[in-house]
């Protein structure tokens, strides 16, 4: 399965591993430009980023698995859409 998380690919080759949201290296993140998921540190920066209705993969999509097996699986969303363009 193909990770689709800018962070998490980033984040394991810059030594985030699994504590990627911990407020130290949200603020760390932040400076990339990855809005901070931390409640303080997003406060901190709340100027930087624009407010939204944010959501969750699991939320809107029902998990990252449910997600990847319908948008991006042979014959799924990503290839209805640009499959037109060959």
Known sequence: ?????????????NGFGEDANTAGKQEIAQKHYYRPIDKKVAAKYARQFPKLKLVTIDDTFGGWSKAQKTHFSDGGVFDQIYGGAR
């Open 1 to 13: 399965m193909v990770n689709l998380n800018p962070l998490d690919r980033w984040g394991k080759r």
